[in-house]
């Protein structure tokens, strides 16, 4: 599902677009707002993933769906009209890379440092304060941290910030410790 969300020529163009007609319609901040839910949704759904993503769901009809999801989330016309014409296009399919490419343009814009963190259980709010405050200190900036939980990294942390990972899971480190016995 992480895959879903690299950037592609094709994402990085979409959002480019629709990053320009956000910022000249005066609705960076309603747009950026639906992608972040969308981008959740798409976390959570695999039905939302599948009708994107499926090549055997017409493009009419990926217009149709993502338009009705649009909807029935109350997101802003610009939002809307974007899925509808991605669909319609048939590059549903593009949908995580217009995502990524249009946080990353929000982000240069805007100046904010957006992290994401992973962990094996839902963080406290202390952990949350404590994450947030170290990584003000190594970026220099308050970053805006979006959380997930994925138990499969069985315990620790992921942080990605931009293109940098810092990957403290104990699942990575238990696949550490199997690839070096392999190796001894």
Known sequence: ???????????????????????ETGK???????????KA?????ADLRRLATSPVIAADDQQKGLV?????????????????????????RDLGGVITGFEALYSKHTGVVAAEVVSAVPLTTAQTTHIR??????????????????PAILGGLKVKVGSKLFDASLKSKL??????????
């Not at 960076?28 to 969308?38: E, N, Q, T, Y």
């Not at 949704?41 to 759904?45: H, M, R, T, V």
């Not at 405050?133 to 994925?150: C, F, H």
């Open 1 to 23: 599902m992480a895959d879903d969300f690299r950037t592609t020529d094709v994402g990085e163009r979409y959002a480019q677009a629709l990053f320009d007609l956000a910022l």
């Open 28 to 38: 960076l901040d309603a747009v950026r707002a639906d992608l972040k839910s969308l």
């Open 175 to 184: 696949d550490q410790m199997k690839f070096a016995l392999k190796r001894a």
């Open 133 to 150: 405050s170290a990584l003000m200190q190594a970026l220099g900036k308050a970053p805006e941290i979006t959380a997930r939980v994925d």
């Open 68 to 92: 009705a999801i649009a909807d029935a989330a109350k997101f802003d016309t610009t939002t809307r009209n974007f899925l509808g014409l991605l669909g319609q296009n048939g590059r549903a």
């Open 41 to 45: 949704a798409w976390i959570e759904s």
